[in-house]
């Protein structure tokens, strides 16, 4: 069964530091292009930011460039976001993606194939 699994969500105070896994599971994950989006409590889902196969490029949401890293191991099928200077309002369900294609890093939701569970992230003091 081909299937993404996010970690490392939590409790974090501001400022602080996070790093999210997304691991893949029955494919190959180097074949796509992987995405983080998250969604806030009564808020919709929103672009994080993405990176292609062999990570030759990437991509960040405006306010979170400069904070947010987003990696990838090929060789442990694994795509991280390393969330740094964390702030409150980055609180939200984050849920990474994958979309088939060496050279895609889409923003739109619906260009990608397979979704994680989420893992929740809470900043607060």
């Known amino acids: 069964q081909s299937q993404l699994v996010e970690s490392g969500g939590g409790l974090v105070e501001p400022g602080g530091s996070l790093r999210l896994s997304c691991a893949a599971s029955?494919?190959?994950?180097?074949?796509?292009?992987i995405g983080w989006f998250r969604q806030a409590p009564g808020k919709e889902r929103e672009w994080v930011s993405c990176?292609?196969?062999?990570?030759?490029?990437?991509e960040y949401l405006d306010s979170v460039k400069g904070r947010f890293t987003i990696s990838r191991d090929e060789g442990k099928n694994t795509a991280y976001l390393q969330m740094n200077s964390l702030k409150p309002e980055d609180t939200a369900d984050y849920y990474c993606?994958?979309?088939?294609?060496?050279?895609?890093?889409?923003?739109?939701?619906?260009?990608?194939?397979?979704w994680g569970q989420g893992t929740q992230v809470t900043v607060s003091s």
């Open positions: 990176i292609t196969s062999r990570g030759r490029l990437t």
């Open positions: 029955g494919f190959i994950l180097d074949y796509y292009g």
């Open positions: 993606a994958a979309a088939i294609g060496y050279t895609v890093c889409p923003q739109e939701s619906d260009q990608y194939t397979y």
